[in-house]
């Protein structure tokens, strides 16, 4: 049965976001936030371009997100992330009072799994969707900046 | 001995912010951001204002502080906050790579102390300046918000 609108749909809208990043010379990272099957935001990791550590692709898309919606917190939202959460954006998380967090590569050293961050109660966790994807367009980067320097 | 720009200066001017914060009907916390005993980011909660849960005293003040200097990192620069950071803003002063982080009142709960967010390995932290001040206003912001619902 087709399924369009499974987390391998979602997650590829963030692979887009995050091949915004790339063009842009940032690490690339990209996040869509999903309401009842509808991206609601859409944002890409834009710490350089900003000049702002805070700038992460899931910070800015819980912004958006809230801003759509009128609303600060965002309980039947679920995020696609194409990288596993940081800290902050995890401990962000927790203030939404987001229902899912789906993310597709990890980041064991400076991801929230290791790092112990709570998450609210009611978030639940998907990881590792589209991992292949996501992780080569960051191997793709990294690989492309030591060459350059 | 006088010692104009110690912790509690630093302290009094946070103090200040989460009055604002106060007074716009925000939970009480400020926060400066200051190199060489120079304040160069003032912010305090906003959250309401923003219908916006990322933006805390802390989070601004790091990209206001960013975009003063006009870079990201915020290595030489102590943050005075009114209250323990939480694990988003914790989180976030891992990014920017800060020296020091001063906060007044604690948050057993919630605050990175307990929750174990990892700092940066440069920052050192110093708890509880002006805990009373600190807390007191926030407790008289809950009291007041109780007895008006």
Redesign the interface.
């Known amino acids: 049965m087709i399924q369009p609108f499974d987390d391998e749909y979602f997650m590829r809208k963030a692979l887009q976001e995050a091949n915004l990043a790339f063009d842009k010379g940032e690490v690339p990272v990209g996040a869509v936030i999903v309401l009842n099957n509808q991206i609601i935001a859409r944002a890409h990791n834009l710490?350089?371009t900003l000049?702002?550590?805070?700038a992460h692709a899931e910070?800015q898309a819980?912004?958006a997100a809230?801003?759509f919606l009128?609303?600060?917190?965002l309980k039947e939202c679920v995020l696609y992330v194409t990288l596993e959460p940081?800290?902050?954006?995890?401990?962000?998380s927790?203030?939404?009072q987001l229902k899912k967090i789906v993310f597709g590569a990890s980041e064991p050293e400076r991801g929230f799994i290791n790092?112990?961050?709570?998450l609210h109660p009611k978030t639940t966790v998907v990881s590792n969707v589209l991992e292949n994807e996501c992780s080569q367009i960051l191997k793709r980067f990294f690989i492309q900046k030591r060459n350059l320097n």
């Not at 790092?115 to 709570?118: C, I, S």
Request: hydrophobic share 30%; net charge negative.
């Open positions: 710490t350089e000049n702002d550590v805070t910070m819980f912004t809230a801003d009128g609303g600060k917190y940081c800290q902050m954006c995890a401990g962000a927790y203030w939404t790092l112990q961050t709570k």
